[in-house]
Nanobody, 115 residues
Framework: QVQLVESGGGLVQPGGSLRLSCAASGFTFSSYVMNWYRQALGKERELVASITPLRDVTTYADSVKGRFTISRVNAKNTVYLQMDSLKPEDTAVYYC????????WGQGTQVTVSS
């Protein structure tokens, strides 16, 4: 059974940091591109960050470049999103996504940036 389980979301003040984790199981994690998406209320889901299975090549949305860092530990079947210098506009549900032969999604974790 394929599972992607996100954790680490919550409420943080502007300028603060959070680290999201996504634990994967049921598929060959090391073969998959791993992505973090987010969806704010009333907006479309957008790709935030991506990391390849080999050489860990990363890409970021312009809106988070320099503030967010995606990483993965294949031995733990886990992908992370370190979010620093958070802004109110980063408030959204954050989703973990795995894509290769198949396309898998987690259930999402809420991130709220507010004073």
């Amino acid at each position: 059974q394929v599972q992607l389980v996100e954790s680490g979301g919550g409420l943080v003040q502007p300028g603060g940091s959070l680290r999201l984790s996504c634990a994967a199981s049921g598929f060959t994690f090391s073969s998959y591109v791993m992505n973090w998406y987010r969806q704010a209320l009333g907006k479309e889901r957008e790709l935030v960050a991506s990391i390849t299975p080999l050489r860990d090549v990363t890409t970021y949305a312009d809106s988070v470049k320099g503030r967010f860092t995606i990483s993965r530990v294949n031995a733990k079947n886990t992908v992370y999103l370190q979010m620093d210098s958070l802004k109110p506009e980063d408030t959204a549900v954050y989703y973990c996504n795995a894509i290769h032969i198949s396309n898998y999604w987690g259930q999402g974790t809420q991130v709220t940036v507010s004073s």
